[in-house]
């Protein structure tokens, strides 16, 4: 091996890589992968449920084709984790909520599938804020994750588990959703790079709807190749799902190399100016923007004044599609029941109450008051014209830029318990990364330095038009290259 750098410390390339070489066997890889599971997820708390049975199965596949000879596939081997929103047969998909705690899975996600016929393994299932309904993975009803750079501190969310198991190195890859920011800002409070990709990209088949208009399935990793990798395998059409596009999937490998020479990155520099936006934050922001420019992109200022009324939309929008969405969880054919109940009524209203946390009944309650008779003009009506006036404001700023550069969360990661009994704090997370849900638009955060007082990860977010990822995967490698952040957190370097 490698000196002072175990197995779990691979990247999926190296992974891949070292497999095909026979210098490493899928099942050690496997096993250094629970190994460190065991060792740390008792401090993180990253994953709702380890399924060793299957990591190991895969990876004996991956074991026979190797003894066999056969060509391997682009992730043979590769640890992964999977936001416990998505089903996979073999596990529960409990959506970190009491109402589904025991729910098997019936059928496999669409991505999910995709990444396992990739040659991933999968680890496990990550905890979530309860149906993705969050900024710190404060609301699962199973308790929180915390941030491998510093324990006392939230990971992000809702896709936090994701990110943590990725940051912590318990896996190389992972899966999380993303409906307002929950794939970009757990990314940025967790040193990784995490990607969102355009509204139908990637299938949503097999996982668990929060918003419909709004959700997407992306990748975390701890490169932007291995993130790029991952897209690839999971992007693409699907019959199961109508809202999964046909459009041709870049090779997003190819982008890595093709340098931002001539690439117009426009500066979002209104966006910098939110209140709430750490000085720090700007500051690492405002160098990624000199860094893209030193080394040949043509970079720019642009201001989004609608968007920053995009969180006013999306908290409209988006509890209106989730109380829609949550409906189906009646304690009939899904989940947790009472056993006394009076009558069918009783037995909604009660299973409903006692399966559901706090989070999921405000959202369930604010989505349902803005569709009733009477508001529905007033709010959601209203929401949906502002969407269009972000969804336009975004395709002129794509006339002059191929890029837009913004931070992905106004601050770095905050201490457990900080915001959690403020939602309106809670939701001024998402303040960057929302308007690209409205629009359906593309998205990745990438680390763009260390908070200098904290030692805290900062994230970037470099957005692009629709179906153009390999345009931000492009900036988004250049730099990686050029920054070499050394992104370890404390409890594995320890
Ligand atoms: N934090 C946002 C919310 O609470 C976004 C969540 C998400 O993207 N799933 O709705």
Known sequence: MMSGRTIADMTAVEVRDAIERKEVSAREVAEAALARVEELDAHVHAFNQVCPDLALQAAARIDAMVAAGEALPPLAGVPAGIKDNMNLVGTRTTCSSRILQDYESVYTCTAVQRLLDAGALPVGKCNLDEFAFGSSTENSAFGPTRNPWDLERVPGGSSGGSAAAVAARMVAVSLGSDTGGSIRQPGALTGTVAVKPTYGRVSRYGLVAFASSL????????????????????????????????????????????????????????????????????????????????????????????????????????????????????????????????????????????????????????????????????????????????????????????????????????????????????????????????????????????????????????????????????????????????????????
């Open 215 to 494: 959700d997407q399935i992306g990748p975390f990793a701890r490169t932007v190749e291995d993130a790029a990798l991952v897209l690839q395998a999971i992007a693409g059409k699907d019959p199961l799902d109508a809202t999964s596009v046909d459009e041709p999937v870049d090779d997003y490998r190819a982008a890595l190399d093709a340098g931002v020479e001539g690439l117009r990155v426009g500066l979002v520099t209104d966006m910098l100016d939110i209140e709430g936006c750490a000085a720090e934050v700007r500051e690492a922001v405002e160098g990624a923007a000199r860094t893209l420019a030193a080394l040949g992109a043509e970079v720019g200022e642009v201001a989004l004044p609608m968007s920053r009324h995009g969180l006013s939309a999306y908290y409209i929008i988006g509890p209106a599609e989730a109380s829609s969405n949550l409906a189906r969880f009646d304690g009939i054919r899904y989940g947790h029941r009472v056993k006394d109940a009076e009558d069918v009524l009783d037995l909604y209203m009660r299973s409903r109450a006692e399966g559901f946390g706090p989070e999921s009944i405000r959202r369930i309650m604010l989505g349902t008051y803005a569709l009733s008779a009477g508001y529905y003009e007033a709010y959601y009506g209203q929401a949906q014209k502002t969407r269009t006036l972000i969804i336009r404001e975004f395709a002129e700023a794509f006339e002059r830029f191929d890029v837009l550069l913004t931070p992905t969360s106004p601050t770095v990661a905050f201490k457990l318990g900080e915001k959690a009994s403020d939602p309106l704090a809670m939701y001024l997370s998402d303040v960057y990364t929302i308007p690209l849900n409205l629009a359906g638009l593309p998205g990745i955060s990438v680390p763009v330095g260390l908070c200098p007082s904290t030692g805290l990860p900062i994230g970037a977010q470099i957005a692009a038009r629709h179906f153009d990822e390999a345009a931000m995967f492009r900036a988004a490698a250049a730099l990686e290259r050029a920054l070499a952040l050394d992104m370890v957190p404390p409890l594995v370097r320890k």
